[in-house]
Nanobody, 121 residues
Framework: QVQLVASGGGLVQAGASLRLSCAASGTISRYSMGWFRQAPGKEREFVGQVNLSGATTYPADSVKARVTISRDNAKNTVYLQMNSLKPEDTAVYYC???????????????WGRGTQVTVSP
């Protein structure tokens, strides 16, 4: 079992960058790791995932030009670097651990506590 806590969110202006972190209480080396987000009144949305080794990432098409996903298995931490933030990026961001792939919320085995990202115009 693994417990996840996301951090690094905040209030920023459009065009800014943020780096979110997701720290795990246990080892994440056997999990694909993903990021999702949920805006008010909307369904939880896939942002991207990184494979076990960190060698391959799969960002969502909607954000792939602006995000970088990485992981440090030695630190049991996953990162989401977001650039050129837009107001529509405003959401609670969640990290996730998946024994298979983290491409859909239905595949998630463990959810982290989210972090709020608010982007002002």
């Amino acid at each position: 079992q693994v417990q996840l806590v996301a951090s690094g969110g905040g209030l920023v202006q459009a065009g800014a960058s943020l780096r979110l972190s997701c720290a795990a209480s246990g080892t994440i080396s056997r999990y694909s790791m993903g990021w999702f987000r949920q805006a008010p009144g909307k369904e939880r949305e896939f942002v991207g995932q990184v494979n076990l080794s960190g060698a391959t990432t799969y960002p969502a098409d909607s954000v792939k030009a602006r995000v970088t996903i990485s992981r440090d298995n030695a630190k049991n931490t996953v990162y989401l670097q977001m650039n050129s933030l837009k107001p529509e990026d405003t959401a609670v961001y969640y990290c996730a651990a998946c024994l298979s792939v983290c491409s859909h919320s239905a595949l998630v085995d463990y959810w982290g506590r989210g972090t709020q990202v608010t982007v002002s115009p």
